[in-house]
């Protein structure tokens, strides 16, 4: 059984910075892209940063410049560093992946439970 665990949300006032981990683990055999969504309340959810195999990365717009996403092959674990933090970028994070498991024919796409991020001004 796949799973995804994160780790490292929390309270933190504006201009503060949070690191969240995310863990994979289980009969894996190989990970594509992994990625950090987040979710506000009354909103949908959205795709904040993404990272492939090979280290490229893409960011959502309100982000850029502030947040760091990066991955850790050998460990199965993907990383966001969230600096310069505002009110707005208050949600639940999730981490997400495409993962081929050992059992599995073809790649799946998995979801941690979620952290609450919450930033005060």
């Known amino acids: 059984q796949v799973q995804l665990v994160e780790s490292g949300g929390g309270l933190v006032q504006t201009g503060g910075s949070l690191r969240l981990s995310c863990a994979a683990s289980?009969?894996?055999?190989?990970?594509?892209?992994m990625n950090w969504y987040r979710q506000a309340p009354g909103k949908q959810r959205e795709l904040v940063a993404a990272?492939?195999?090979?280290?490229?990365?893409n960011y959502l717009d309100s982000v850029k410049g502030r947040f760091t996403i990066s991955r850790d092959n050998a460990k199965n674990t993907v990383s966001l560093q969230m600096n310069s933090l505002k009110p707005e970028d208050t949600a639940v994070y999730y981490c997400?992946?495409?993962?081929?498991?050992?059992?599995?024919?073809?790649?799946?796409?998995?979801w941690g439970q979620g952290t609450q991020v919450t930033v005060s001004s």
């Open positions: 289980g009969r894996i055999f190989r990970i594509n892209n």
């Open positions: 990272i492939t195999s090979g280290g490229s990365t």
């Open positions: 997400n992946a495409e993962i081929l498991s050992r059992n599995s024919a073809g790649f799946m796409v998995y």
